[in-house]
């Protein structure tokens, strides 16, 4: 069964009088279209994500994109006039072979990988699978500041996205609306027009739509209680000894020296501590299991390739890295000056900030086999979120 997801991200921050793009706000330090595309990637449904943006924000949206999103084909297209016009440009671009697509508003994105399997597993049952919560208030008809009618609020939903269809269902409503020059406000109404049943799956009142600035206050509040659930913490320690003729290779930056760290992959310790703290943390076992010296096809490897594979595996379960903080020991050679370099890397296998990433150096001042210039050695602790 194959999943295409289109992500809606063309939007403005006119309503919130802002010149930049609402999907760009940042909580928590990433910004709205990441969260949601982070969010659509754990899920682990989806072979192809088609993000639709503005022309002059598309090349921010592929770096984003390249940085951030790991397992899922990314595809761009231009945003068209409306709402609509975006999706109708979006739906050329779906493989042939997808069974279903499913449309999302970039602007909320505070949608849970809950609301989205549902979605899929309705669409993928019935045809159909729509994000809705109940009304609340008293919903009343009105003209002219004079109430008409009080309708039924056991009747009432209040429509999120993602709004996921079969893919003949959602080709053939977008047809016969440009056919009758019917635009409509999100693309169930479309699907009502010719099919009788829309099925609707809960959503979440914390499924908001980014709209006005008290959105965005309400916004920071959801992810303070996203952040605060399911948090795992990993702690993780390597040392090697030096060896002459080798490369010393730290946080996957090659750094000059007579000596290099002696080991079956690239022996980068730093790194190697890093990856045992996320595996504790999501209770995967450790680097030795993962990556065994005894295959060589890790002989001299890449620490941030292996890296980045562990990233790839909390990400199928689940796991969003939320911080990771090292620390290098050893006596020689002075290595701070390669700090950033180290923590972009770090940042850029894992695909997170580089604001969530702190690395340290110390020394063993003279005691010990660090002391005497023996071997380095690195220990990491690293927060996980579960994702919800």
């Known amino acids: 069964m194959r999943i295409c997801?289109?992500?809606?991200?063309?939007?403005?921050?006119?309503?919130?009088?802002?010149?930049?793009?609402?999907?760009?706000?940042?909580?928590?330090?990433?910004?709205?279209?990441?969260?949601?595309?982070?969010?659509?990637?754990?899920?682990?449904?989806?072979?192809?994500?088609?993000?639709?943006?503005?022309?002059?924000?598309?090349?921010?949206?592929?770096?984003k994109a390249a940085r951030?999103?790991?397992?899922?084909?990314?595809?761009?297209?231009?945003?068209?006039?409306?709402?609509?016009?975006?999706?109708?440009?979006?739906?050329?671009?779906?493989?042939?072979?997808a069974d279903i697509v499913m449309v999302?508003?970039?602007?909320?994105?505070?949608?849970?990988?809950?609301?989205?399997?549902?979605?899929?597993?309705?669409?993928?049952?019935?045809?159909?699978?729509?994000?809705?919560?109940?009304?609340?208030?008293?919903?009343?008809?009105?003209?002219?500041?004079?109430?008409?009618?009080?309708?039924?609020?056991?009747?009432?939903?209040?429509?999120?996205?993602?709004?996921?269809?079969s893919r003949d269902l959602i080709m053939r409503a977008y047809a016969q609306a440009a056919e009758d020059g019917f635009l409509g406000t999100d693309d169930a109404s479309l699907v009502e027009r010719i099919c009788d049943e829309v099925h609707i799956v809960p959503g979440s009142p914390d499924n908001i739509k980014l709209t006005t600035r008290?959105?965005?206050?309400?916004?920071?509040?959801?992810?303070?209680?996203?952040?605060?659930?399911?948090?795992?913490?990993?702690?993780?320690?390597?040392?090697?000894?030096?060896?002459?003729?080798?490369?010393?290779?730290?946080?996957?930056?090659?750094?000059?020296s007579e000596y290099g760290l002696d080991g079956h992959s690239d022996a980068d310790v730093l790194v190697h501590a890093i990856m045992d703290a996320l595996l504790g943390a999501a209770r995967m076992g450790d680097i030795g299991g993962l990556f065994p010296d005894t295959d060589p096809k890790y002989k001299d490897i890449y620490s941030i390739a292996l890296l980045e594979e562990v990233g790839n595996l909390l990400t199928k379960y689940g796991y969003c890295v939320v911080n990771i903080d090292s620390t290098l020991i050893m006596q020689k050679p002075k290595v701070m000056p390669y700090r950033d370099a180290m923590v972009e890397n770090i940042a850029g296998a894992l695909g997170m900030p580089r604001s969530y990433v702190n690395v340290k150096a110390t020394t063993t001042e003279y005691l010990g086999a660090v002391g005497r210039g023996e071997g380095a050695a690195a220990q990491a602790v690293c927060i996980l979120q579960k994702r919800r």
């Open 214 to 256: 008290a959105d965005v206050e309400q916004g920071n509040d959801i992810a303070r209680k996203q952040q605060a659930s399911d948090i795992r913490i990993g702690n993780g320690f390597d040392m090697h000894a030096f060896a002459k003729g080798r490369r010393l290779i730290l946080g996957g930056v090659e750094i000059p």
């Open 68 to 97: 951030y999103i790991k397992n899922m084909r990314c595809i761009f297209c231009e945003g068209g006039k409306e709402r609509q016009d975006s999706v109708a440009n979006a739906l050329q671009l779906v493989p042939d072979d």
């Open 104 to 165: 999302h508003d970039a602007a909320r994105c505070f949608v849970t990988e809950r609301i989205i399997r549902d979605c899929a597993a309705s669409a993928i049952r019935c045809g159909s699978g729509v994000a809705a919560i109940p009304a609340t208030d008293t919903i009343k008809r009105a003209r002219r500041n004079v109430v008409k009618e009080t309708l039924p609020r056991e009747e009432l939903v209040c429509v999120q996205t993602p709004q996921a269809f």
């Open 5 to 63: 997801a289109i992500i809606l991200a063309a939007g403005s921050g006119r309503r919130m009088k802002m010149d930049t793009n609402k999907v760009f706000i940042k909580f928590d330090e990433q910004s709205a279209v990441v969260r949601c595309m982070k969010t659509f990637e754990t899920t682990g449904l989806f072979s192809d994500i088609i993000v639709v943006c503005k022309r002059e924000e598309r090349e921010m949206m592929e770096r």
